[in-house]
């Protein structure tokens, strides 16, 4: 495995818990992933009834839900909360009004799968301390024009669970990511923050819940806007605060997260996301 980053990129990803790489992804194949999540959106689109409104701050309108719970290893849709009118009904078409695909498309489509493994992103890992890097999760965020809801802050951590803690999100800009239309901000050093909370799966596994040993929340100032042009990669430490704002813009806001653990960290058998058939595979191409 090469080395991808600088000493110093290293050092800025350990003090800060996120590091910024401008044009790590070829923006021809930006378009292409692109292309394919509108034509995943299309083909999987559930109807209304059965999919789940996804919000961060509306734990409780999914988590009981099977369709969601069972995600971890198929492709599927998720609305945004703002999709239907007062009747119940879609406001635009379906594949317009989506939330996000998740959470296998990196295991389960060829476009996805050959973007989500290079030896670049399989270095970058390597460099960044990750022993034994597995893709746990993908998740395609659409961040649509005007509906495009706000992600609260949070910790990736929170929900993926590892002992010791190894959760790195390798979030892409797929489209360019404003303050206007609703771009990443995230804590600098906030990644020392002890995590405040888990959410994994209740006894009967038909729902999460969440333990909160902390109540204070996560600081309100002092967040960074990561504004990142098509083709940035952004690194993630797992317990590094961050949150995105709403879109209000006319300008859709597509960006594509890969979540990876160390295969030498305890992943708890109490996490939403169990993969119980489809193996976890690293960012090498076989
Ligand atoms: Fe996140």
Known sequence: MGTFLSPAQ???Y???????LPDFADAGRCLELRERALALAREH??????ATIFTADGQALHASDEYFLTSGEAIRCFFEKDAFDTDGRLRAEAHLCLNKLGHAMHDLDPVFDAFSRTPRLAALAGDIGMHDALLL????????????GEVICHTDHTYLWTEPRSVVGFWFAIDDATTENGCMWALPGGHRIPVKNRSHLNA???ATIMDQ???QPYPGTGLVALEARR???VLLDG???HRSGANLSDKPRHAYTIHAIDAEANYLPDNWLQRTTLPLRGFGSC
């Open 239 to 241: 317990a590094l605060p």
């Open 231 to 233: 083709g940035t990669l």
């Open 137 to 148: 999760q993908s998740m395609y965020i659409f961040k649509q024009a005007r509906i495009g």
């Open 10 to 12: 290293i050092a800025q």
């Open 45 to 50: 689109v559930p109807s209304p009834q059965l």
């Open 14 to 20: 350990q003090r800060d818990g996120f590091l910024v």
């Open 213 to 215: 040993w902390d109540k």
């Open 204 to 206: 009967s596994r038909t």
